[in-house]
């Protein structure tokens, strides 16, 4: 057998599609009849849409024309007032009457407010408004300071303000008033009722209720606007606000950006004069017949489709179906839905001839690929961000393995690759060296890079009578072996990996036995405040109380339980019962210890972490900033971005954050800003060489003086000597904790303790 068989078979498959093609004759003849029908139908449509928007727009054009001669009427009326009264008053100054001359030559109007002088100092002098006007000064209005400005004659037509003297919101018309040398002498002010050039031109009937009519400035802002109403007995919306910009002085359909109506405008600038009026017909009411013209087509199309697919389809659908169940049976069966790639059912079939041929022992190996880091991720960016990198993943996968093997994926985010040949050893060490290397790239997911690592075990048939599951178990062992050496790298099954196993599956018991019968408590150490010899708080510690080994540590225990995902409910168990001890000694006056838990990097990741800190805070009664999460330096570093957010929705709880083990992975200074902690833990290793190692003394007062600056609480570990102590208090305000103080004790004889030392008051902690 060559290398391709070992590939997709697809000769049922092939015979199948070919029977599909001829009878997808039918049903494509069905749909290129249906497309010319809708291709009518749709190009109908759009000729009745394009005639519905001509009437329309020509509508608006009468409309808009109309309403630029109602305009131009009542603008020309007030442009004649003006020039009447800056020739009266021009002609003769000294002599001039504001009164006597309107009442003599001007034609009164119920939409003029009023005729106002202006001096050039910008006082009121005269009014018809009120015959004793008072001297108000008027120099900030925007009409005075153009025209006193630009000597020219031209008229300026104001935005809407309100009157000082009529108190009235009014559209102001002026006019420069100049004295016998030419100089400004003031202007005549014209205060027109804004609504005038809207209200007896708005109709119902031919505007619509969601249409509109706009006098507008030439710089875009509202002299007057009014749309319909739902009512025909009651008058439309009026205002004298708002703005259009410059790039809708146009006809057209767009929507209006005062009040986002789609209209259908029609736009006209009246010459010599600074505005234009805009009128709009609301596009929804103008296309209301099309709306039902058009439905009425898409009915009978949609009625003589349905009818069309249905008989096309009674005539192919029993074959079709028949033909479509086998293909999608083989792809349920033996095919990842995700991936499209064969599943275990398939592998193993495939495993199962491929061991039984005597001719493959020693020609075959099996690459078991497993994700690192893959729940990790699939915890903090959701499970459709986990599917797509799944996807993403296998594309890498089959670049790197090519036409060498075939690749699977047979779990969640486990794959595998079968591969034969003379040199499979060789050539399976080849393929996953170029795993790791395609890997390596990073992934970018919602914003987001990250890189995923992948343990591989490789496991070659070497034994002719053994099974496809043996292989595939032998894949298995090796795939963790390769885990335990550090992750991201590959590894041989070897025989002793076997005896492994079968001691990690006896404590993993023995542990899920310790879970259930209570034989795990906490134990707590003091946290000393050196400054005060007083008692800070605690730092809880797991212990195992073995019917058989006795007491163990967590550091043997520990590691069992995160590669066997039992650290998780320990994780919660530790959390409740020390948040109901420091509970219990809130109760008992000691309001100012703190109490720090470890929080282990699988446990940190899961998704419920905010929901299980959060339950305990309440369920216990604690108050939140006592409780101090441990987080190691190793965990920071793996995803500083998605940590930073983690970190952060933990804060906003009220806890505490503490960086455990400081100095034991790389160290960066830079994450005691970045990730917002509280507390910075010095691991032991430096204090050992406290206070002899020159080196190492410096490195660690530098550590706490840059801490203390931020502004965290410094906290040393393995304290074991005076000397030790005597050092530390020399460097600044410090924490310590070690043998020297106490050991990890039950909650029982912590009492003793608290005797002995003391507990720091609430302003010391």
């Known amino acids: 057998m060559k290398l391709a068989d070992l590939r997709r078979t697809m000769t049922p498959a092939d015979r199948s599609a070919i029977r599909r093609r001829s009878l997808l004759a039918i049903p494509l003849l069905g749909f290129l009849l249906l497309g010319l029908l809708w291709i009518v139908i749709l190009s109908r449509l759009q000729v009745e849409k394009e005639a519905a928007y001509r009437e329309s727009s020509a509508s608006a054009a009468i409309l808009s024309a109309a309403l630029e001669q109602h305009t131009i009427k009542a603008i020309h009326q007030v442009d004649q007032i003006t020039r009447f009264i800056k020739y009266e008053f021009e002609k003769s100054p000294a002599t001039f009457n504001l009164r006597t001359t309107v009442d003599k030559g001007v034609v009164q109007s119920d939409t003029?407010?009023?005729?106002?002088?202006?001096?050039?100092?910008?006082?009121?002098?005269?009014?018809?408004?009120?015959?004793?006007?008072?001297?108000?000064?008027?120099?900030?209005?925007?009409?005075f300071v153009i025209h006193k400005r630009e000597n020219d004659d031209r008229l300026y037509i104001s935005t809407p303000v309100l009157g000082r003297v009529s108190k009235h919101w009014t559209l102001q018309i002026t006019r420069r008033l100049n004295n016998p040398n030419g100089?400004?002498?003031?202007?005549?002010?014209?205060?027109?009722?804004?609504?005038?050039?809207?209200?007896?031109?708005?109709?119902?009937?031919?505007?619509?209720?969601?249409?509109?009519i706009s006098v507008v400035s030439d710089n875009g802002v509202v002299l007057a606007r009014r749309t319909g109403s739902s009512n025909p007995q009651t008058p439309g919306s009026f205002s004298a606000a708002g703005n259009y910009p410059t790039g809708r002085h146009v006809s057209g359909v767009y929507d209006d950006p005062i009040d986002g109506v789609s209209r259908i405008v029609s736009y006209r600038h009246i010459d010599g004069y600074p505005l234009g009026v805009l009128v709009g017909l609301s596009e929804a009411e103008e296309l209301a017949d099309f709306d039902h013209t058009r439905n009425v087509y898409l009915l009978m199309g949609i009625f003589i489709t349905l009818a069309m697919i249905a008989f096309f389809g009674v005539s192919t659908s029993l074959i079709s179906k028949l033909l479509g169940r086998e293909r999608e049976m083989i792809d349920l069966v033996e095919?990842?839905?995700?991936?499209?790639?064969?599943?275990?059912y398939h592998t193993l079939k495939m495993l199962r001839e491929e061991v039984g041929q005597a001719a493959n022992v020693g020609r075959l190996a099996l690459l078991y690929i497993d994700l690192d880091n893959f729940k990790t991720v699939n915890d903090t960016l959701?499970?459709?961000?986990?599917?797509?990198?799944?996807?993403?993943?296998?594309?890498?996968?089959?670049?790197?393995?090519?036409?060498?093997?075939?690749?699977?994926?047979?779990?969640?985010?486990?794959?595998?690759?079968?591969?034969?040949?003379?040199?499979?050893?060789?050539?399976?060490?080849?393929?996953?060296?170029?795993?790791?290397?395609?890997?390596?790239?990073?992934?970018?997911?919602?914003?987001?890079?990250?890189?995923?690592?992948?343990?591989?075990?490789?496991?070659?048939?070497?034994?002719?009578?053994?099974?496809?599951?043996?292989?595939?178990?032998?894949?298995?062992?090796?795939?963790?072996?390769?885990?335990?050496?550090?992750?991201?790298?590959?590894?041989?099954?070897s025989p002793a990996l076997a005896h492994?196993?079968?001691?990690?599956?006896?404590?993993?018991?023995?542990?899920?036995?310790?879970?259930?019968?209570g034989q795990l408590f906490l134990a707590y150490q003091p946290k000393i405040d050196l400054a005060h010899r007083c008692i800070a708080g605690f730092e809880a510690l797991v212990r195992w109380d073995h019917p058989v080994q006795g007491l163990i540590s967590a550091g043997e225990f520990i590691p069992i339980a995160e590669?066997?995902?039992?650290?998780?409910?320990?994780?919660?168990?530790?959390?409740?019962?020390?948040?109901?001890?420091?509970?219990?000694?809130?109760?008992?006056?000691?309001?100012?210890?703190?109490?720090?838990?470890?929080?282990?990097?699988?446990?940190?990741?899961?998704?419920?972490?905010?929901?299980?800190?959060?339950?305990?805070?309440?369920?216990?009664?604690?108050?939140?900033?006592?409780?101090?999460?441990?987080?190691?330096?190793?965990?920071?570093?793996?995803?500083?971005?998605?940590?930073?957010?983690?970190?952060?929705?933990?804060?906003?709880?009220?806890?505490?954050?503490?960086?455990?083990?400081?100095?034991?992975?790389?160290?960066?200074?830079?994450?005691?800003?970045?990730?917002?902690?509280?507390?910075?833990?010095?691991?032991?290793?430096?204090?050992?060489?406290?206070?002899?190692?020159?080196?190492?003394?410096?490195?660690?007062?530098?550590?706490?003086?840059?801490?203390r600056s931020l502004g965290l609480t410094v906290v040393v570990e393995g304290t074991e000597t005076e000397e030790q102590i005597a050092w530390l208090e020399s460097v600044g305000h410090v924490e310590a904790q070690g043998f020297l103080f106490s050991r990890p004790v039950p909650a029982s004889e912590i009492g003793a303790i608290i005797e002995k030392f003391g507990v720091c008051s609430a302003d010391v902690t």
């Not at 492994?500 to 019968?517: P, S, T």
């Open 382 to 493: 959701g499970h459709n961000a986990g599917d797509a990198i799944l996807q993403l993943t296998a594309a890498r996968l089959e670049d790197a393995v090519g036409g060498a093997g075939m690749l699977a994926r047979i779990g969640g985010d486990e794959f595998v690759v079968v591969m034969r040949g003379d040199h499979v050893e060789e050539d399976a060490t080849r393929i996953a060296e170029s795993i790791e290397r395609t890997l390596r790239e990073p992934f970018d997911l919602q914003g987001s890079a990250f890189v995923l690592q992948a343990s591989i075990g490789i496991a070659l048939h070497t034994i002719a009578d053994e099974s496809e599951v043996d292989l595939l178990k032998k894949a298995d062992l090796a795939m963790y072996s390769a885990k335990d050496a550090g992750k991201g790298c590959y590894a041989f099954y």
């Open 112 to 143: 003029l407010v009023q005729i106002s002088l202006i001096d050039s100092n910008g006082k009121l002098i005269a009014s018809t408004a009120d015959a004793d006007s008072k001297p108000i000064d008027l120099s900030d209005r925007e009409h």
């Open 500 to 517: 492994r196993v079968d001691h990690l599956m006896k404590w993993e018991q023995q542990l899920r036995v310790a879970l259930n019968e």
């Open 335 to 344: 095919y990842d839905a995700l991936t499209e790639l064969p599943n275990r």
């Open 563 to 707: 590669s066997t995902g039992l650290i998780v409910p320990i994780g919660d168990f530790v959390l409740e019962s020390a948040c109901r001890q420091l509970g219990l000694w809130q109760r008992q006056g000691y309001s100012s210890l703190t109490l720090a838990i470890n929080i282990s990097s699988v446990q940190f990741w899961r998704g419920d972490i905010l929901e299980t800190v959060g339950r305990c805070l309440r369920e216990f009664g604690i108050a939140p900033y006592r409780l101090e999460l441990e987080i190691t330096e190793t965990a920071m570093m793996e995803y500083p971005d998605l940590v930073s957010e983690k970190i952060f929705a933990l804060k906003r709880l009220g806890v505490r954050i503490a960086l455990d083990d400081f100095g034991t992975g790389y160290s960066s200074l830079s994450y005691l800003n970045r990730f917002a902690v509280d507390t910075l833990k010095v691991d032991k290793s430096f204090v050992q060489a406290i206070p002899h190692d020159r080196s190492v003394c410096v490195m660690v007062s530098a550590i706490i003086g840059l801490a």
């Open 183 to 212: 100089t400004f002498a003031g202007v005549v002010v014209v205060s027109e009722d804004p609504s005038y050039f809207t209200n007896d031109f708005y109709n119902n009937a031919a505007i619509g209720k969601d249409g509109v």
